[in-house]
């Protein structure tokens, strides 16, 4: 227990990117010995040509936006290349949004403090990111703020500059939160926004924003639109079977 309550603490005193590079990287000979390494930078690899693409449009693009069904890796490819980007120095923080809108049924009143509240909403990207960065990691760059989770409705007003921007179930966004999303992107920045239009949970006259952006964008200077399909479903086999029987 001792062991890993001074991990906690050493690990709260980092506050910069670089400082937390250079904690799990330094050679633990001679060291503290509780400190943990992550040594390598984990590479985001496609599973199939249509993630491949969206791996391309990521590289050369400034925005993305991506749909496609459950499972095909909308938001686990981009959490990677962020997660890739954030390490190789080419971006100093990651910004994730995410609609706060709930499936079916709410839940009701959610207690807790701010960041408390909006965990639930952001726990997939929060697990995707748990494949690149080892507990300790990820909870330092979350406490310094280089991983920021940050809701749609307090993103006004602000700009990211050196940032990898995702917005995550972009389909339960509105067309003005799409369009204020796009337009935080600062300087040597980029925003990916992904979807499925088929999981739209938004009262009907507020649908239709996500799709309505991937036609009028497509073919701008700076912007790429990609389509992921039931082909590129890697979760499990079983989910392409399911949605093609229920017709989605």
Known sequence: MPRKRKRNNNLNNLNSLEELRNWWDTDTEGGDSSRPRQSHIKKIKAKSENQSTYIEAMTNSDVILCSGPAGSGKTAVAVGFACQYLMENKVEKIVIARPTIESGRGLGHLPGTYTAKIQPYLVPVLE?????????????????????????????????????????????????????????????????????????????????????????????????????????????????????RLGE
């Open 128 to 244: 995707e990111m748990g494949k690149y960065f080892s507990k300790e990691v990820l909870h330092g760059f979350r406490h310094n703020n280089t991983i920021e989770l940050c809701p749609l409705e307090y993103m006004r007003g602000r700009n990211f500059h050196n940032s990898f921007m995702i917005l995550d179930e972009a389909q339960n966004a509105t067309m003005n939160q799409i369009k204020m999303f796009m337009t935080r992107i600062g300087r040597h920045s980029k925003a990916v926004l992904n979807g499925d239009p088929a999981q739209c949970d938004l009262d009907q006259y507020m649908k239709g924003g996500f799709d309505t952006c991937m036609t009028k964008l497509e073919g701008l200077e700076g912007i790429s639109v990609c389509r992921l399909e039931g082909s590129d479903i890697v979760r499990n086999d079983i989910i392409a079977r399911i949605l093609a």
